[in-house]
Structure formats: C-alpha cells, structure tokens
C-alpha cells in the first residue's frame, strides 16, 4: 500500500479524488467508489499498487485493436476494482468485490516484474486492462514509463471515465487505446454502470488531442443500445470528432452478471450497427463476438482489397506494404510497426 496520486486533503479527515470523474469525496476510513482508493487519517491510499490480480498474454487484437501492431501479442494485466458498476460487466468477480468491501487481492509485483515478463514472453506491448486502468493509475504509470524504456509499447483499454488531469498525466506514456462508447443516453450510463456518458465523449475528444492511436467499442445490448437512432448517434459522433479512420468494434452482448434477462444480441442488430457506421462515413467497423464474421478483415477503404485476414483473434494474412494498400497503393490508418 502507498499514498495515492491526484487527490486533495479537505476538513475533517476528508479526501477529495481527483482520478476519475466520480470525483469521490471520502470519510477517513472509508473506500472511493472503486473500492481500491481507502483514506486513512486524511491520507488517500491506493491499494492496488502492487498487487495485480490478472495478467495474460494475449493477442492485440483481444483489446480490441485491429490497427495497431496487428499479429503481435500484448502483456495484459489488470487489477480488483473499478470505478464503475456495470450491470454487464464480463469480469466482475475481478472489479466489484472491493466496492462492497471486500478484500483486496492479487499477486505481489513491481513494475520491473511486469516489463521482464513481458519481454521474456516476446510481448510488444503492456495492456493495461480487465478491470479498469484508471483505477490502478500508479502502477500504469510507473511500468509505462519503464516499458518505454525497455522498448515496449503501451496500450490503455478503458471505460473513458477518468479525469483530463489523469488523461494528461499518463499523455506521453500511453501509445494506443481502445475505449468503450457503452452507449448514448445519459439514461443508459446511469442506471446500467453508475456513471455518467458526458465526461467519456469529452475524454474521447482529448485522447484524440493527445495523439494515441484509438479505437471504439460499443457493447450492443437488446432493449438498451440497439436502436437505429442510437447506433446511428454514435457512429456520427465517432466520425465528426474522432475521425472517420477511427476504428468502431460493434460487439456481441451475452447474458452475465446482473444482466441475465434478455439473450445474446442478434446478429442482424450488429449487422445494422455496421451498415450505420458505414453510411457515417466510417472507414473500419468490426462487427466482435460473432466468430467468422466476414467484417473481421481489414480492408481498404478505397479499392475493397483485403489488406488484413483474420480468424477470430489470430491474423491469417496481411497484404499492406509499407502501410498500404497492394492492389490501389491507398494508405490505411494505423500503427503498422
């Protein structure tokens, strides 16, 4: 356990956190909403500094990223904790425990640890992931910082809630980022994760100032994402602030945790998401969790040539040279080495 970052003292024992924009304001003895940031006597502590809960090596394209190293693989680690409380959540028996304080549990490490694993496992990024990063910032920051210096590339994978001064503290640290776009009402963002959906569009926005490479995951879920008019609101917001290059991953809802009352979302629902994305003006729109799904290649945008072949996780093929295309010679948007 350490004293946290980016938090300010208030009258009587109180902590005011300044990481993610729950902007929790916390009693002396008591947890943020994430459940891994506790004050004790004044001080905010983060309890997750050194103790990862989750780390894998996975291909890139699990984050997902499919324009940014594809074909490599990603150390990935996460924590317990998150600053959310997504009725939805895939891996909630590693981020909601510690909400309802429960205990805090991992393996002991330090950032050297996690560079030489993933230079020993032949990695050629550091996913920060599972949970959610924000909540374990100064491990994030600490082992970019030494991942760069030992050659490695990092990768945020995130709910976009956190703060702009936590954006810009991790700015010149951060490579690549797949963020979620869980919806487009503040109705969804409220009742389904305890969060808000104004601070993400607007942290989607800065991330794009920052210079990542980024790309979008909206998790379609029947009854509450799956509309025409909201599929369509987000595809149009993706191409008029982040760029019609940036990459949108419709993905698959199956029933978990909370939300077991409805089925698996139908396939012609994400076909829909990927025809209103096109008519956006987006360039790549993967359609995720549908195995075999003929959007999963990566074609050009201007001449149709399959340019990246995938199966599920694994790249099957790739034709680009030097970045293009080689049948038209058009230049496709990404990080290609």
Not at 150 to 176: H, K, W, Y
Not at 290 to 304: K, M, N
Request: net charge neutral.
């Amino acid at each position: 356990m350490r004293e946290a970052m980016l938090w300010k003292p208030l009258a009587d024992n109180k902590v005011h956190c300044d990481l993610c924009c729950q902007y929790c304001v916390i009693a002396d003895g008591a947890r943020g909403k994430c459940g891994v940031r506790e004050n004790r006597g004044g001080t905010l502590y983060t309890l997750v500094d050194d103790l990862v809960a989750a780390a894998n090596l996975d291909p890139i394209e699990k984050k997902p990223l499919y324009h940014f190293l594809p074909g490599t693989t990603s150390f990935s680690i996460g924590t317990m904790g998150c600053n959310l409380s997504c009725g939805f959540c895939q891996n909630w028996s590693l981020s909601q425990p510690p909400k309802s304080g429960g205990r805090v549990e991992g393996q002991k490490t330090t950032p050297e640890d996690l560079v030489r694993a993933a230079k020993e496992l032949g990695a050629a990024t550091i996913s920060y992931t599972y949970s959610e990063p924000t909540i374990f910032f100064e491990l994030v920051q600490e082992t970019a910082r030494l991942a760069l210096r030992n050659g490695l590339r990092n990768v945020l994978v995130s709910n976009g809630f956190m703060t702009p001064r936590c954006l810009d503290e991790l700015g010149p640290l951060i490579q690549a980022a797949n963020i979620d776009l869980k919806a487009f009402t503040e109705r969804f963002y409220k009742e389904l994760c305890g969060a808000r959906l104004a601070p993400v569009l607007e942290n989607l926005k800065h991330i794009r100032r920052l210079g990542w490479h980024l790309e979008v995951t909206t998790l379609v879920i029947p009854g509450w994402n799956d509309s025409d008019a909201e599929l369509t609101s987000i595809a149009e917001f993706i191409a008029k602030e982040l760029g019609t290059e940036t990459p949108w991953h419709v993905s698959r809802f199956h029933p978990t945790y909370h939300l077991t009352d409805r089925g698996p979302t139908p396939v012609a629902r994400l076909e829909a998401a990927y025809r209103h994305g096109k008519e956006a003006g987006l360039a790549y729109v993967y359609v995720g969790n549908v195995p075999g799904h003929p959007s999963d290649e990566t074609a050009c945008p201007r001449c149709g040539c399959v340019c990246i072949e995938r199966s599920g996780f694994t790249v099957r093929g790739q034709r680009l040279e030097n970045g293009a295309c080689p049948q038209c010679g058009q230049e496709l948007d990404g990080v290609w080495k």
